[in-house]
């Protein structure tokens, strides 16, 4: 890895969790799809060398991002009593991992709606804060990602060919996603670390293209083969 790319490496968490701009944004704030972005703590934790608390044994959820428009509207607030219902699952799927109790993710949230929910809130199934979040928790749910990476046998702590985990995913789900990771560095292998299935308009599951943009601030494309690292190999 170059100091550059690992820079950018190192900016995966803290960018996207933290709160600075990514991709470029469209005038139109136009945008095509949806892609239900997935994370892996143990991935997620050791990118930001260990800066979490008791980060979860299981995908969370990283948001819910319009593919290609971001903080559609600087004047629609996040107001976490709007979701004060969904808070039991939203801690529970949709922590922040980099912020931790006790005031744990609103930091995450407000950041995921601001950047993203108020692009998708053109839709009328996303057009509230209370939509926005219960919906991305009910297609987190729906995917059950998670679950379905253990059906398949798809265990941490083992080496993966890249592409017996992509196939396994499109025979359960039957859309191609996007799987990217921490890259390599020096002996360390690439690392897992987040899983985006995407999502037309109308809330169909569509493939995610895979051109060579990039993919998200410090991630890449996966390739080759992949470390699936367990959580306690995180803790120092
Ligand atoms: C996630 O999957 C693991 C197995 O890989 C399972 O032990 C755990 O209960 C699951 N957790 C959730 C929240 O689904
Ligand atoms: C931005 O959000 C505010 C608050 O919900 C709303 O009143 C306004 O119409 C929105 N603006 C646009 C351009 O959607
Ligand atoms: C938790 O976050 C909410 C929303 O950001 C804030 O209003 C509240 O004061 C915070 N509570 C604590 C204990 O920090
Ligand atoms: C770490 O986790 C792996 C599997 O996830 C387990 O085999 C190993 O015993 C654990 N090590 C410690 C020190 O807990």
Redesign the pocket.
């Known amino acids: 890895m170059e100091p550059a790319a690992r820079l950018g490496a190192l900016c995966l968490a803290l960018c996207c969790l933290g709160g600075a701009r990514g991709l470029g944004s469209s005038d139109s704030h136009a945008w095509h799809k949806l892609i239900m972005v997935h994370h892996w703590p143990a991935t997620v934790c050791k990118e930001v060398k260990d800066h979490c608390r008791d980060p979860p044994a299981y995908w969370t959820i990283h948001g819910l991002w319009p593919d290609r428009s971001e903080a559609?509207?600087r004047?629609?607030p996040f107001n976490l009593e709007e979701i004060k219902d969904l808070l039991p699952d939203m801690r529970l799927y949709w922590p922040d991992l980099l912020h931790p109790a006790p005031n744990r993710s609103a930091h995450l949230w407000r950041h995921e709606w601001e950047k993203h929910g108020?692009c998708a809130a053109q839709l009328d199934a996303l057009s509230s804060q209370r939509k926005y979040f219960g919906k991305s928790l009910d297609l987190y749910k729906e995917l059950a990602l998670n679950s379905t990476l253990q059906k398949l046998g798809i265990k941490p702590s083992t080496y993966y060919q890249i592409s017996d985990i992509k196939d396994a995913l499109v025979s359960v789900y039957g859309v191609v996603p996007k799987v990217q990771c921490l890259p390599k560095q020096g002996e360390e292998p690439q690392l897992l670390g987040q899983i985006e299935v995407c999502f037309s308009r109308d809330l169909q599951l569509q493939n995610c293209v895979e051109p060579g943009q990039p993919a998200g601030l410090g991630l890449e494309i996966c390739k080759d083969v992949v470390f699936y690292p367990p959580l306690n190999q995180t803790r120092h």
């Open positions: 559609c509207n004047s629609w108020t």
